[in-house]
């Protein structure tokens, strides 16, 4: 059984595949916090912003085969684009709790390159395009290569220092995005003057929050 907090088409808006036309299915549940405001701060990530809680958001609904979930994202794709190479991003909460090899392999069927965003404390099935890793905190990566590695930034326990070395394609600074509104602007600051001593890094910034798309 798959549990799809929602699932909609879209454009990717952060790291290395910004602006590319994509079909985001979230996962319910995440394996650092539980999603009640009553549990953050005893959570092994603090600073998620993102509801994954149930199954009640657009597009969203429980799959009992991998074959079915497959069949309702590829609704989501738009027919006309032939020139096109279909694309789905897993992500949460923590995709890795459910995303498998048979879910992989119906997408694959439908020609969908699949992509995915972890906090890395999972290892991945087989058979994933794109592999996006977003640490969080302290708590140890099992996954130590992929194509991407977006560390939102600062972080007190998690400098970046402490990744540079892993065995990514790509490495994106992401502001935290932090209220009131001059926050967030201080860690744009931050993030941008690290990249610019440290150009091993690249910034990421949160497109669909600019642009005013989901």
Wanted: charged share 15%; glycine share 8%.
């Amino acid at each position: 059984m798959y549990q799809v907090k929602e699932a909609f088409y879209t454009l990717q808006g952060e790291g290395a595949q910004a602006g590319r036309a994509s079909v985001f299915c979230r996962f319910s549940g995440c394996n650092l916090w539980s999603g009640r405001e009553s549990d953050r701060a005893t959570a092994k990530c603090t600073f998620c912003d993102t509801d994954f809680i149930g199954t009640d958001g657009v597009n969203g609904g429980k799959f009992s085969t991998a074959a079915a979930l497959a069949k309702h994202i590829a609704a989501l794709w738009p027919q006309s684009s032939n020139n096109a190479t279909p694309y789905v991003v897993f992500t949460g909460g923590e995709p890795l709790l459910q995303l498998d090899v048979a879910l992989i392999a119906s997408l694959h069927s439908y020609g969908f390159e699949v992509a995915v965003e972890t906090n890395g404390t999972l290892a991945p099935p087989a058979g994933i395009d794109w592999l996006c890793v977003s640490p969080k905190g302290n708590n140890p990566l099992a996954v130590t290569k992929g194509d991407e590695l977006k560390l939102v930034f600062p972080q007190v326990d998690a400098p970046p220092e402490q990744f540079s070395g892993l065995g990514f394609s790509h490495f994106f600074l992401q502001p935290m995005d932090l209220a009131p509104l001059n926050q967030t602007t201080s860690t744009i600051v931050q993030a941008t003057a690290y990249c610019m001593a440290n150009p091993q890094w690249r910034l990421s910034l949160q497109m669909h929050k600019i642009a005013g798309f989901d």
